[in-house]
């Protein structure tokens, strides 16, 4: 798993933006998957090491994992909130970029720093599951991308009623315009096999670094959607199924945490997608391409991902 972070407190406070608290609890579960073999956050801020930027990082998500069982309180062993254990931890790498990394540069770290490696770049409040059910082969071979949209995550690891009065967890893993005008027109995690060098041209860096009004950064309102058309441009396949590889969004919905300025990623977007594209369930009788297993029977029939819908 790639993400990025601004900074790492060390201690909770109250002067913490509550997302902050946020991210930092949900790198813990993302860490504690066994399907995840390491977490590399790429931070904002300058260090005097990448070893002593990931020591603090390490401690800042252990302080935020005990403070957020305390809210929660204690579950029996069944099931509830854990805080990852030390080995789990140590799956954290800390990287000080030391200013904020454009979408483009995240994507080019992947590339260089990540070869050969299935790597899921999502929003530091992401945590995936059901990683088992990719289909690495089909990853590794096809110009494929998993863009998955968020859907809550369980109340005993997150309950709602932490939010504040007013504010929800929103799930965008969903196909019905009438309920949701966002229907499948977001996601916060992209899936795929590092490098980008499956399709017959080459990826077309210009769309993300130099495409007016500015370069795209993972905060901007919009930015998936110039991702999708960056990638779509490149000759890949994009594919959301989120019923079944799960993306849990660990955010109250309103605590916004996007880029301030009139410049947004979405703007000079040539879309891409048409009213539920981007989320197919798996029929019986048909493949969601990266997928492996079977899908649950309360999801309903629609039309399956194939490499030439885009």
Request: net charge neutral; glycine share 6%; aromatic share 6%.
């Amino acid at each position: 798993v790639l993400t990025t972070l601004k900074a790492t407190p060390t201690a909770p406070t109250h002067r913490e933006h509550p997302h902050v608290a946020e991210a930092l609890v949900a790198l813990g579960e993302t860490a504690r998957t066994a399907a995840v073999a390491e977490v590399v956050v790429v931070l904002d801020e300058a260090a005097a090491s990448n070893a002593s930027a990931t020591e603090v990082l390490r401690y800042a998500v252990a302080v935020h994992q005990a403070a957020h069982r305390g809210k929660v309180g204690p579950f029996p062993e069944s099931g509830g909130f854990r805080a990852a254990s030390s080995g789990a931890l140590h799956k954290l790498r800390a990287v000080a970029f030391g200013r904020q990394p454009t979408y483009g540069e995240i994507f080019r770290y992947a590339d260089a720093e990540l070869r050969d490696r299935v790597v899921a770049i999502a929003n530091a409040d992401v945590v995936l599951r059901h990683l088992r059910r990719l289909d690495v082969d089909a990853l590794r071979t096809r110009p494929l991308v998993l863009a998955l949209s968020v859907s809550p995550p369980p109340e005993r690891v997150f309950p709602s009623a932490l939010c504040r009065e007013g504010a929800g967890i929103v799930s965008r893993c969903v196909t019905n315009f009438s309920e949701d005008a966002n229907a499948g027109t977001s996601w916060d995690a992209h899936v795929f096999h590092a490098p980008l060098a499956k399709a017959a041209t080459p990826p077309k860096w210009t769309l993300l670094d130099h495409l007016r009004p500015q370069p795209v950064y993972m905060n901007m309102l919009g930015a998936e959607n110039r991702v999708g058309m960056f990638l779509a441009a490149s000759g890949y396949a994009l594919c959301n199924p989120c019923r079944h590889i799960r993306a849990e969004h660990w955010h109250c919905a309103g605590d916004t945490h996007h880029k301030r300025g009139k410049a947004k990623a979405w703007d000079h977007v040539r879309y891409i997608s048409k009213p539920g594209f981007f989320v197919f369930p798996k029929p019986a009788d048909a493949r969601v391409a990266g997928v492996l297993d079977e899908a649950e029977e309360d999801h309903p029939e629609e039309a399956p991902c194939d490499d030439d819908r885009r």
